[in-house]
């Protein structure tokens, strides 16, 4: 192998560690240095941990989460981030709720907190699912707008999107089929929860479970369970992956600041709300009857992630309210 | 007051611990620019510190940010930067401040010698 060749290889490499900002700034120089120390000799340990260090740094920096950043890429990342919360917390909350309804298939609950903590999860998810859903839209008309899809050539990332939500939808149809709940009941849609909704929600969640700690009960699924529950989350960071590949990040573009401050904050509340629920119920729901509604492990492990979830999207709501309107123009 | 800083109104202080990163870049360029590996060998010579690469450009671009330094158009994939009028002025005031420490310090440094 050309031994200039492969330096430059690992140099661009090396490179793409650091943000796309960061890199369309300094990207070019920046490899020519690289290129340089590295025609001197060959470096230390410590060189490349520099490195290393540094391009975490400069993400960091490009998140807003460390250095100064100018308000309007504050705003960005505050969007970026609260993104990525409604995601997190779309999965937590679904996890939950489709437990809860499995119980509420059977029996209502014998407890008002269970009740309450239904209720609860149950807002924080349309809350939690109409942010999503404005964000979705908002980013995908910015990126016509912009005619960024052209310029991404998104064929291959929309192919791998739509194949992802066709094997999730029939995928959770055919796995929902041996959920708990009613799964062909003659009880089937009594309750509050919508059977159908209840046994895709359990579905798509299922992988999200204390079960992988404990072998034997893993062991107890059928194949295609286990299997499923391998293939579900891949497939949905595929999704997540092909849709960002082919609509970009999030951007607040030029979009008036109290939309973004009312997308954010409709984030923080919705997954408060869902906190508060699975704080109800992990903490003090009782039992239905046939030991239904009972918490397990996993419960208690996602209120902990979407307590710290609402606390970070709250953080974040006051950094976009906090950023100067000055700094607002694009 | 931390956006004044930011923009780099004053000495190098607000930059904090990149003081010394930054103290040496605009003692390099004090004299005429220079692009990044030139930097590197330039602070190695005359303070015996060699800036790894990521510490070099995170400082440069905060640099750069503060308005102390800018680059200079160039064909090259080399850029190099040159001090601002406001980088000038930062580096006089960032060094007469270590003068007047290195100062008190020698002075009593001698003290103690004689005291001892």
């Given at each position: 192998m050309n031994r200039v060749g492969a330096t430059s290889r690992l140099t661009q490499r090396l490179v793409r560690l650091y943000p796309p900002d960061w890199r369309a700034r300094y990207g070019e120089e920046f490899e020519q240095l690289l290129l340089d120390e590295l025609a001197e000799e060959r470096p230390k340990a410590r060189w490349w941990l520099n490195l290393l260090g540094h391009a975490v740094l400069a993400r960091l920096v490009e998140f807003g989460i460390a250095g100064n950043v100018e308000g309007r890429r504050r705003i960005d990342a505050a969007l970026r981030l609260a993104a990525g919360g409604v995601v997190l917390g779309l999965l937590c909350a679904t996890a939950m709720w489709a437990q809860l309804a499995v119980g509420w298939q059977w029996s209502a609950p014998s407890s008002q907190t269970t009740r309450s903590a239904v209720e609860l999860i149950t807002v924080g998810l349309i809350g939690l699912g109409i942010t999503a859903t404005g964000l979705a839209a908002g980013s995908l008309l910015a990126a016509v707008s912009r005619g960024r899809l052209a310029q991404r050539r998104p064929q291959i990332a929309l192919g791998v999107l739509c194949l992802c939500i066709v094997l999730l939808i029939l995928g959770s149809g055919s796995i929902g089929l041996?959920?708990?709940?009613?799964?062909?009941?003659?009880?089937?849609?009594?309750?509050?929860?919508p059977a159908w909704l209840g046994r895709r929600a359990w579905a798509l969640t299922?992988?999200?479970?204390?079960?992988w700690a404990h072998p034997r009960r893993l062991a107890q699924l059928g194949p295609t369970q286990l299997e499923w529950m391998l293939v579900s989350p891949v497939l949905m960071g595929a999704a997540v992956w092909s849709w960002r590949s082919t609509v970009g990040p999030v951007r607040s573009g030029r979009l008036p600041r109290w939309i973004t401050l009312g997308a954010v904050l409709t984030a923080a509340a919705s997954i408060f709300l869902i906190a508060m629920g699975a704080a109800a119920w992990s903490l003090g729901g009782r039992s239905g009857p046939h030991g239904l509604f009972v918490p397990g492990a996993i419960d208690v492990a996602l209120l902990m992630v979407t307590g710290l979830l609402s606390v970070a999207c709250a953080l974040l709501a006051r950094q976009v309210w906090l950023t100067p309107k000055g700094t607002l123009t694009t | 007051m931390a956006n004044d800083r930011e923009q780099g109104n004053?000495?190098?202080?607000?930059?904090?611990?990149?003081a010394g990163p930054g103290t040496l870049i605009l003692s390099s360029l004090a004299d005429s620019e220079k692009h990044g590996y030139a930097l590197t060998m330039d602070i190695a010579e005359f303070a015996g510190v060699r800036l790894a690469p990521g510490t070099l450009y995170e400082a440069l671009a905060r640099l750069e940010r503060q308005g102390l330094i800018e680059p200079v158009a160039s064909t090259d994939r080399r850029r190099p930067y040159r001090l601002t009028a406001q980088g000038a002025e930062a580096l006089r005031t960032q060094l007469a401040e270590q003068r007047r420490v290195a100062d008190i310090g020698l002075r009593r440094l001698e003290l103690g010698a004689r005291l001892s």
């Open positions: 041996s959920w708990p709940g009613t799964g062909g009941h003659a009880w089937a849609g009594r309750s509050l929860v299922l992988w999200l479970s204390s079960y | 004053g000495a190098l202080g607000g930059l904090g611990r990149y």
